[in-house]
Every structure is written in C-alpha cells, then in structure tokens.
C-alpha cells in the first residue's frame, strides 16, 4: 500500500512529507510512504509538511489476515 499526499499549494516552495507510524508492530511506513504491514492490530500513520507549518494528516490502519 502506498500513501500519496497532495501538498497544497501546488506551487509550494517546500512540498515535502514526512511519515510515521504509532506502532511498528502492525505496520511501518518508507520515507517515500510505502506502508508495510507486519502483525494484526490497529495503528496510524502520521503525515506532516516538512515546510514548518505544522500541517499533518493521519491515516488510520487495520491489519487484519496480514492485510
């Protein structure tokens, strides 16, 4: 699975994320935002604005069967 943020405005200077999981446990996320699931469970990956804004989003994820 990979996460694809639009960083808005599209003419940003700085439109770079950073990624990160609350448990790496269930799932880990790449700096490129390839998330990769490792047990069954309930974590959320968090995206932030590398700009200082502190702007984020976060995806909730459930691994249930390795899925």
Known sequence: YSLNPVVFP???ENRDVSYWSTDENVA???PNGKI???SEGTCEIWIEAEDGSGVNAIVTVEVKNGK
């Open 28 to 30: 880990t996320v790449s």
């Open 10 to 12: 599209l003419s940003a």
């Open 36 to 38: 990769r699931t490792h």
